[in-house]
C-alpha cells in the first residue's frame, strides 16, 4: 500500500522502550478510565468471576463486567488481579469490593454475579450483598 519512501520514514521514527512502555501504560490507564466511566453511567451492570492459576502456580482473578452502555449491552475485562497468596472466597469479594470502592463504583447497582463454581468461588456467593 505504502511506498518505500512511508516505511523508511516509519523506521526513522525514535521509539525507546521506556517511550513505549509508557505510552502503553497510558493507554491502559485511559481504558480503564473509560470502563469504569462507562459502568457508573450504567443503571445497572453484572459481573463474572474466575480464578485460575497460570504456570508459576500463581492465582489469578478475573472479573468480566456486562453493563449497559449507549449501544446496547457491553462487555469488558474489569479487573485481573493476581493473588500472592491463599485464595478464599472471602479473599476474592474483598478484591472485587475493593476495587469497586477504590474506583466509585456503586455496589447496589451490580445485578448479578456469575462464577464457574469452584472451590474458591462456593463460598464467594454469600459475600456478594453490598449495602
Known amino acids: 500500500m505504502f511506498g518505500e519512501d512511508h516505511v523508511q520514514n516509519i523506521k526513522n521514527i525514535p521509539l525507546s522502550n521506556s517511550t513505549v512502555s509508557r505510552r502503553i501504560k497510558d493507554m491502559c490507564i485511559d481504558n480503564e478510565a473509560t470502563l469504569n466511566e462507562r459502568i457508573k ?12 492459576t497460570d504456570v508459576s502456580y500463581l492465582s489469578i482473578l478475573h472479573v468480566i463486567a456486562r453493563y449497559l452502555n449507549v449501544n446496547g449491552l457491553e462487555e469488558n475485562l474489569l479487573l485481573c488481579y493476581p493473588f500472592t497468596k491463599r485464595c478464599t472466597g472471602e479473599d476474592i469479594f474483598n478484591a472485587i469490593q475493593d476495587y469497586f470502592c477504590e ?29
Open 41 to 52: 453511567k450504567s443503571p445497572f451492570f453484572s459481573i463474572q468471576v474466575d480464578e485460575s
Open 103 to 131: 474506583n466509585e463504583i456503586d455496589c447496589a447497582k451490580c445485578c448479578g454475579a456469575c462464577t464457574d463454581g469452584g472451590k474458591s468461588m462456593s463460598s464467594c456467593y454469600k459475600r456478594f450483598t453490598w449495602s
